[in-house]
């Protein structure tokens, strides 16, 4: 069964930095993507950055472009988000989830999703 764990969330101030894991098990990863979603309140969830598995492809949504960046360590079988110049809009629960393939916004369209992690960025 394939589980997802998101941990390194918390309370940073504005113009501050937080990194965010995503530890992933109960299968090999092989043609799958690693995205992380994040979700305001009152607001829909929303796509931030999308990395294949065994691949160079990489995705970001233009809110975070040149602000987070997102890598993977196959050998710990964990993808990471790095999150630097936050801004309060940022502030939300962020989850990781998978699918096969390509990357894609959509959450619609992953199979599995983490429990998420709260970041919230004080101004």
């Known amino acids: 069964q394939v589980q997802l764990v998101e941990s390194g969330g918390g309370l940073a101030q504005a113009g501050g930095s937080l990194r965010l894991s995503c530890a992933a098990s109960?299968?090999?990863?092989?043609?799958?993507?690693l995205a992380w979603f994040r979700q305001a309140p009152g607001k829909d969830r929303e796509f931030v950055a999308g990395?294949?598995?065994?691949?160079?492809?990489?995705r970001y949504a233009d809110s975070v472009k040149g602000r987070f960046t997102i890598t993977r360590d196959n050998a710990k079988s964990t993808v990471n988000l790095q999150m630097d110049s936050l801004k309060p809009e940022d502030t939300a629960i962020y989850y990781c989830?998978?699918?096969?393939?390509?990357?894609?916004?959509?959450?619609?369209?992953?199979?599995?999703w983490g429990p998420g992690t709260q970041v919230t960025v004080s101004s």
């Open positions: 989830a998978v699918r096969p393939f390509t990357i894609v916004t959509w959450g619609g369209a992953y199979n599995y």
């Open positions: 109960g299968r090999t990863f092989s043609n799958y993507v």
């Open positions: 990395i294949q598995w065994n691949g160079p492809d990489t």
